[in-house]
């Protein structure tokens, strides 16, 4: 049974920084592409970060400079590294693990940019 669980949201003022894990289970790690994606109340969702099997990262245009994707085999997991929060980072961030038709979604953690 695959199982993609995220961690490490809470509440952060404007300008902090935050960091993000997502643990993966069920699937051999290394060889699907990771990403995390958000999803803001009455948006649609957005992607934050991929990283591929291969260790290549990009990233949404918001998020440049701001955001750390990084992924560690070992223990099948990513994180997510972000500095300089905004109030418009505030929303539901997802990890998804992908891998030809095989796509994977976890419930997502949320995240609160506020004073």
């Known amino acids: 049974q695959v199982q993609i669980v995220e961690s490490g949201g809470d509440l952060v003022q404007p300008g902090g920084s935050l960091r993000l894990s997502c643990a993966a289970s069920?699937?051999?790690?290394?060889?699907?592409?990771m990403g995390w994606y958000r999803q803001a109340p009455g948006k649609q969702r957005e992607l934050v970060s991929v990283i591929t099997r291969g260790g290549t990262t990009n990233y949404g245009e918001s998020m440049k400079g701001r955001f750390t994707m990084s992924r560690d085999n070992a223990k099948n997991a990513v994180y997510l590294q972000m500095s300089s929060l905004k109030p418009e980072d505030t929303a539901v961030y997802y990890c998804n693990a992908r891998k030809g038709v095989r796509n994977f979604w976890g419930k997502g953690t949320l995240v609160t940019v506020s004073s």
């Open positions: 069920g699937i051999i790690f290394s060889t699907y592409d």
